[in-house]
Protein backbone atom coordinates (compact mmCIF):
# COMPACT_ATOMS: atom_id res chain seq x y z
CA UNK A 1 0.00 0.00 0.00
CA UNK A 2 1.59 3.37 -1.55
CA UNK A 3 1.39 6.24 1.47
CA UNK A 4 1.86 9.97 0.71
CA UNK A 5 3.05 12.59 2.47
CA UNK A 6 2.71 16.18 1.70
CA UNK A 7 4.75 19.19 3.31
CA UNK A 8 6.07 22.59 1.83
CA UNK A 9 2.77 24.51 2.03
CA UNK A 10 2.79 28.07 4.09
CA UNK A 11 2.03 31.62 3.86
CA UNK A 12 3.29 33.50 1.53
CA UNK A 13 2.74 37.02 -0.06
CA UNK A 14 1.63 37.53 -4.16
CA UNK A 15 4.59 37.20 -6.15
CA UNK A 16 6.00 34.69 -4.16
CA UNK A 17 7.21 31.09 -4.33
CA UNK A 18 6.70 27.54 -2.51
CA UNK A 19 7.50 24.53 -3.03
CA UNK A 20 5.47 20.98 -2.22
CA UNK A 21 7.37 17.85 -1.75
CA UNK A 22 5.66 14.62 -1.60
CA UNK A 23 6.84 11.48 0.02
CA UNK A 24 5.92 8.14 -0.95
CA UNK A 25 6.85 4.94 0.33
CA UNK A 26 4.71 1.41 0.36
CA UNK A 27 5.00 0.36 -3.63
CA UNK A 28 7.19 1.09 -6.20
CA UNK A 29 7.16 4.64 -6.87
CA UNK A 30 8.20 4.55 -10.36
CA UNK A 31 5.32 3.02 -11.88
CA UNK A 32 3.05 5.67 -10.46
CA UNK A 33 1.47 8.69 -12.90
CA UNK A 34 1.88 11.61 -10.11
CA UNK A 35 -0.34 14.12 -9.70
CA UNK A 36 -1.33 17.69 -7.58
CA UNK A 37 -4.57 18.94 -6.63
CA UNK A 38 -6.16 22.00 -4.42
CA UNK A 39 -9.23 22.54 -3.14
CA UNK A 40 -10.23 26.11 -1.88
CA UNK A 41 -12.66 26.71 0.86
CA UNK A 42 -16.47 25.87 -0.87
CA UNK A 43 -15.12 24.86 -3.76
CA UNK A 44 -14.77 20.94 -5.49
CA UNK A 45 -11.36 19.91 -5.72
CA UNK A 46 -9.13 21.11 -8.65
CA UNK A 47 -6.36 19.14 -10.67
CA UNK A 48 -3.18 21.58 -10.92
CA UNK A 49 -0.53 19.44 -12.63
CA UNK A 50 0.63 15.84 -13.55
CA UNK A 51 3.64 13.79 -14.23
CA UNK A 52 3.78 10.14 -16.07
CA UNK A 53 5.45 7.69 -14.67
CA UNK A 54 7.85 6.62 -17.61
CA UNK A 55 8.85 9.59 -19.62
CA UNK A 56 8.32 12.36 -17.01
CA UNK A 57 5.76 14.19 -19.40
CA UNK A 58 3.83 17.13 -17.61
CA UNK A 59 0.37 18.61 -17.43
CA UNK A 60 -0.76 21.70 -16.26
CA UNK A 61 -4.18 23.23 -15.98
CA UNK A 62 -4.03 26.80 -17.62
CA UNK A 63 -3.89 29.10 -14.56
CA UNK A 64 -0.85 27.79 -13.71
CA UNK A 65 1.23 27.40 -16.48
CA UNK A 66 4.29 28.91 -16.56
CA UNK A 67 4.50 29.91 -13.02
CA UNK A 68 4.16 25.91 -11.95
CA UNK A 69 6.60 23.30 -12.32
CA UNK A 70 6.07 19.58 -11.38
CA UNK A 71 9.00 16.73 -11.23
CA UNK A 72 9.63 13.51 -9.68
CA UNK A 73 12.57 11.78 -8.30
CA UNK A 74 12.05 8.53 -8.69
CA UNK A 75 14.82 7.39 -6.86
CA UNK A 76 14.22 9.37 -3.61
CA UNK A 77 10.43 8.62 -4.48
CA UNK A 78 9.37 12.07 -4.21
CA UNK A 79 7.65 14.85 -6.36
CA UNK A 80 7.34 18.26 -6.39
CA UNK A 81 5.53 21.14 -6.94
CA UNK A 82 7.61 24.16 -7.77
CA UNK A 83 5.28 27.31 -7.31
CA UNK A 84 6.22 30.95 -8.36
CA UNK A 85 4.36 34.60 -8.84
CA UNK A 86 1.84 32.85 -6.20
CA UNK A 87 -1.55 34.89 -6.78
CA UNK A 88 -4.12 34.93 -3.87
CA UNK A 89 -6.40 32.85 -6.10
CA UNK A 90 -3.64 29.95 -5.79
CA UNK A 91 -4.61 29.97 -2.00
CA UNK A 92 -6.21 26.29 -0.91
CA UNK A 93 -5.09 23.27 0.09
CA UNK A 94 -2.57 21.52 -1.82
CA UNK A 95 -2.69 17.40 -2.09
CA UNK A 96 -0.50 14.95 -4.02
CA UNK A 97 -1.94 11.92 -5.48
CA UNK A 98 -0.97 8.68 -7.31
CA UNK A 99 -2.11 5.92 -9.70
CA UNK A 100 -0.99 2.93 -11.83
CA UNK A 101 -2.35 4.41 -15.36
CA UNK A 102 -3.30 2.16 -17.76
CA UNK A 103 -3.62 4.43 -20.47
CA UNK A 104 -0.89 6.48 -22.18
CA UNK A 105 -2.52 9.87 -21.00
CA UNK A 106 -1.87 11.39 -18.01
CA UNK A 107 -5.13 12.03 -16.33
CA UNK A 108 -6.84 15.13 -14.81
CA UNK A 109 -9.46 13.32 -12.91
CA UNK A 110 -9.28 13.04 -9.04
CA UNK A 111 -11.41 9.95 -9.34
CA UNK A 112 -8.95 8.07 -11.25
CA UNK A 113 -5.98 8.52 -8.34
CA UNK A 114 -5.83 6.21 -5.78
CA UNK A 115 -3.78 7.28 -3.39
CA UNK A 116 -3.55 10.92 -1.71
CA UNK A 117 -1.50 12.36 0.29
CA UNK A 118 -2.55 14.11 3.80
CA UNK A 119 -2.99 18.06 2.09
CA UNK A 120 -0.53 20.57 2.77
CA UNK A 121 -2.06 24.23 3.09
CA UNK A 122 -0.88 27.56 0.84
CA UNK A 123 -2.21 30.46 1.98
CA UNK A 124 -1.07 33.56 -0.63
CA UNK A 125 -1.72 37.23 0.88
CA UNK A 126 -2.62 40.25 -1.53
Known amino acids: QVQLVDSGGGLVQAGGSLRLSCQAS????????MAWFRQAPGKEREFVAAIRWREGSTKYRDSVKGRFTISRNNAESTATLQMSSLKPEDTAVYYC???????????????????WGQGTQVTVSS
Open 26 to 33: GGTFSYYD
Open 97 to 115: AGHISTTTTLSTMAYEYKF
